[in-house]
């Protein structure tokens, strides 16, 4: 649905109450409609469609904000002049012509008037709703809150909001923040069997940040990831929290993970009572386990961007899980 255009999104809202078969039929062997769809009569007024009013209600009902966020957003595009006079526009029709004191915003708006709607006080586009220009930097901080770069930050912005100018700001923003881009080129790696479910087979790797240890779980499905914090590295702190995760989700068919505490007859026996295989990375290349590694990786960084924020961990975590993985576009929170 979210794959085609607007006009065609509105007509099947439209039918999906019906039970149809669609057959497709050439043009040219259409005559009367295809006659018809070239000989509309103009009509620039805006007519009330109830059927699209309900549509538009539920988007605004089902929002993934809180009241007090839908409060701020319904307050400051009231105060909005910008948004005001496209909001007029919506509801009493667009001028023919564009004037010469319009601004840039609202001739991109005027360019995508076929898109806009408004409901309680509320600009959408689409489904995503247009944010107020006094609360943009407050929803790039919010997009950028985990700090992953600049491809899903855009990615976990197209699915919420817009406003025009969207992904120029959202790259500003990143290229500024962005301190810990690493530019190693990895050596050719030989890549894992391939998961066919969530958590059939998981990554594990210990990491140290602010002097506290981390046991990391990625499930190579879904790109979930687990965070545990360890008293200490020994095996049995470690299969403590491998207990804990299995409760959760089920014991793996498959665990890869470096070799110290791993390779531990205390693991070994656990891995062989709880009926899970496992695999050790080279000793002299961690790359090997480099799913893992990568997903260290990006926990430091949620961890250094919390740190620097003043926020807790477990924010930025959220961010991640909800935000579309680069090649899936689905987040590891839906893929689960």
Known sequence: MSKISSRLQRMLLKLIKYDYEVQYVPGNQMYLADTLSHTFKSDTKIKYDPEMSNIVHSITKYLPMSKSRLTQFKYETVQDKELQTV???VKEGWPKVETKNWSQELKQYCKSQSD?????????????????????????????????????????????????????DIETIVSIREKFRRSNTQEPLKSHSVSDRPFEKIGVDIMEFGNLNYLVIMDYYSKWIEVSEL??????????ALKETFSR??????????????NSHVYIDFAETWDFEYKFSSPHHHQSNGQAEREVRIVKTIMRKAKEDNKNNFVGLM???????????FSSSVNV
């Open 319 to 329: 961010e991640y899980r909800n935000t579309p993985i680069s090649g899936l576009n």
């Open 231 to 240: 008293v200490n590295k020994t095996a049995m702190e470690v299969i403590n």
């Open 116 to 168: 806009l709607h408004t409901n309680e006080g509320l600009l959408f586009i689409n489904d995503k709703i247009v944010v107020p220009n006094s609360l943009r930097q407050q929803m790039l901080t919010l997009i950028d809150e985990g700090h992953f770069g600049m491809e899903k930050c855009k990615q976990r912005a197209r699915e919420l909001m817009y406003w025009p100018g969207i992904n120029r």
């Open 249 to 262: 989700y089920g014991i793996r068919n498959f665990v890869v993970s470096d070799n110290i505490p791993f």
């Open 87 to 89: 909001i007029k526009f």
